[in-house]
Structure formats: C-alpha cells, structure tokens
C-alpha cells in the first residue's frame, strides 16, 4: 500500500545534467532509507546513492563528485542531482524506500520500490 512515483528521466548529452524524483504515498509509518538503483542493459541492478532520515548517505565510487542524493522528509520525497553525465551512465533508474508501513493498526516493514525511470546519456 505504498506508491513510489519517480519522474524526471530523459535524453540528455555527455556532459549535462538531469534531476530525478520519486515521491513515496500511502501507508507509511517512518521511512528511513531512501535510495536510488540503476540497472543498464545486460547488468545487475546496482546502489547509485542512499540517504537517511538524518541526512547521511552513501554512493557508488563510479558518481561520487558528480551526483548529490537528497530527501524532504515531510514530503517522503527523494532527489537525485547527476551532473557530468556519462554515456555509461545510462541506464533505467530505480527510487527505492525502507521503513514501516502502518495498517490497520499494525506495523509491517517498509521495502518498497519505483517503477523506474530511463536515463538516457548520449555521446
């Protein structure tokens, strides 16, 4: 009973930037981690970036300096800032979100994820 809705994928050139979102809805009691994955053609699903409530994050080596992850967390709402971009970063991007869910008045773990949203950076 939880919705992620990204938005903000699209063809870009090397070198340009992109701004994704992902909005999380529904029955969320706390969220906790908010992250975005990609996944490229052929390739694994991989972590790009996470967040915490309090604001601590973690990315891959392959964009740290180049994309900055943040979260509002009264709107349950999470960035993703990508500069510099590659062709190898192209790819379908994933938001991702873990908490609790609160229904019917019980609490049930959070692992929730977006339809994806396809980055496309051409050279």
């Known amino acids: 009973q939880v919705q992620l809705v990204e938005s903000g994928g699209g063809l870009v050139q090397a070198g340009g930037s992109l701004r994704l979102s992902c909005a999380a809805s529904g029955s969320i009691f706390s969220i906790n981690v908010m992250g975005w994955y990609r996944q490229a053609p052929g390739k694994q699903r991989e972590l790009v970036a996470r967040i915490t409530s309090s604001g601590s994050t973690n990315y891959a080596d392959s964009v740290k300096g180049r994309f900055t992850i943040s979260r509002d967390n009264a709107k349950n709402t999470v960035y993703l800032q990508m500069n510099s971009l590659k062709p190898e970063d192209t790819a379908v991007y994933y938001c991702?979100?873990?908490?609790?869910?609160?229904?019917?008045?019980?609490?049930?773990?959070?692992?929730?994820w977006g339809q994806g949203t396809l980055v496309t950076v051409s050279s």
């Open positions: 991702n979100a873990g908490g609790t869910t609160l229904v019917t008045g019980h609490l049930n773990a959070l692992d929730a």
